[in-house]
């Protein structure tokens, strides 16, 4: 079956809605985690392995995303709307990418293990480091809001294309080429 230009491919839509699933589930997780201290062990035992997963899909998503063109965008659309697009895309892309690896290195700094599920452990990434801990960690969170609120505006304007303009820029992401019945 050949490419649709029309459409986002199979693993880029199964990436997509995977890790939307994943980065709602995180930033749910990050604020209850922060405000209960009962269930902060357990959300952070969560949190971590989280993280690296969103990670390494992220890795798969992005050599997914520069091996294969996106459906062109609705010739209609405003330039500036465009390129809200595409920027908003890449800086979810960075935000995919760094947020983790900022996590980790943070963690890392701080001397504390990053446990993935039972005794596997990942390496510290930067030397312990109570003087860089502190900037990673109010990265951190500084880049967490800013996910949220990129995910929101994302989300919005997914909103817009399926229910306002109805341009097929929300279907791209949504499903598969429609088959036509022999």
Known sequence: MKPDPSHFNLLAR???WSMAVLILTMLFVGVIMVASLTLR?????????????????ALVRLGNRLSHRAPPLPADLPALQKFAAVASHWVLYALMLAMPLIG???????????VMFGS??????VPHSPGLYAPLRAAH??????????VL????????????????????MAR???????
């Open 14 to 16: 199964l990436l997509h």
């Open 141 to 150: 969170g500084l880049l967490a809001y800013l996910l949220f609120a990129t």
């Open 41 to 57: 062990p357990v959300l952070i035992d969560l949190h971590r392995p989280l993280g690296i997963a969103i990670l390494l899909l």
């Open 153 to 172: 505006v994302h989300l919005s304007a997914a909103l817009y294309h399926a229910w306002v303009r109805r341009d097929g820029v929300f279907p791209a």
């Open 176 to 182: 598969g080429p429609r088959r036509e019945r022999p």
């Open 104 to 114: 980790w290195a943070m963690l890392s700094a701080g001397g504390y293990p990053v």
């Open 120 to 125: 596997v452990h990942l390496p510290a990434i």
